[in-house]
């Protein structure tokens, strides 16, 4: 089992950047493919972004690529996001997952964190 906490959320401008840090406990982190998500009000969960367990593979949604990155620090259990070039679209309660596959489907991540609001000012 794995515990999530993501950190790092806050308000921006358009353009500007934030990086989103995803805490994991337990020793097993690197039996888990972790997966950054994100929800806007009214709206179903959304898949941003994956990484495999060695950090070699990674997947993002279209509407991300080339803006944001995700990485993984398998010594200190930490997943990142780094989102650059925000817009306002990117506003969400952005979410940390860890899962047995690199899929873009929320419902097969075990493990969720409690989320971080960003917030992207026109």
């Known amino acids: 089992q794995v515990q999530l906490v993501e950190s790092g959320g806050g308000l921006v401008q358009a353009g500007g950047s934030l990086r989103l840090s995803c805490a994991a406990s337990?020793?097993?982190?690197?039996?888990?493919?972790m997966g950054w998500f994100r929800q806007a009000p009214g709206k179903d969960r959304e898949f941003v972004a994956a990484?495999?367990?060695?950090?070699?593979?990674?997947v993002y949604a279209d509407s991300v690529k080339g803006r944001f990155t995700i990485s993984r620090d398998n010594v200190h259990n930490m997943v990142y996001l780094q989102m650059n070039g925000l817009k306002p679209e990117d506003t969400a309660v952005y979410y940390c997952a860890a899962g047995s596959l690199i899929v873009l489907v929320a419902e097969k991540y075990n493990y969720w964190g409690q989320g971080t609001q960003v917030t992207v000012s026109s």
């Open positions: 337990g020793r097993t982190f690197t039996r888990y493919v």
């Open positions: 990484i495999s367990r060695s950090g070699g593979d990674t």
